[in-house]
């Protein structure tokens, strides 16, 4: 099992930026597929950004350009660079991984552990 740890949330004006992390405690190899996602009050928890190793990242339309996910191998410690930030982009921000890689890096239905999240709040 690995347990997920995000920090780095907080309130942000438009047009600024944040650094969100994950650090994944326990054996984490187990579970190679690593991704962030968010979600608003009322709406479904979204799939924003992936790593798959290798250097593979994916990106949902609404983030891509904006947002970097990167992967610490040796600090075990999952970033998301969010820059250009928007009043949309406020939301719970969730980081995740999987063991599957079996339906596909922004589904929510492909992680099976889960942080307990961190709130990120854009103001115009």
Known sequence: QVQLMESGGGSVQVGESLRLSCLAIGDRFQRPWMAWFRQAPGQEREGIAAFTGGARAYYSNSVKGRFTVSLDNAANTLYLQMDQLKPEDTATYYCAASSKRAIGPLSRF??????????VTVSA
């Open 110 to 119: 492909e992680y099976d552990s889960w942080g307990q999240g961190t709130q």
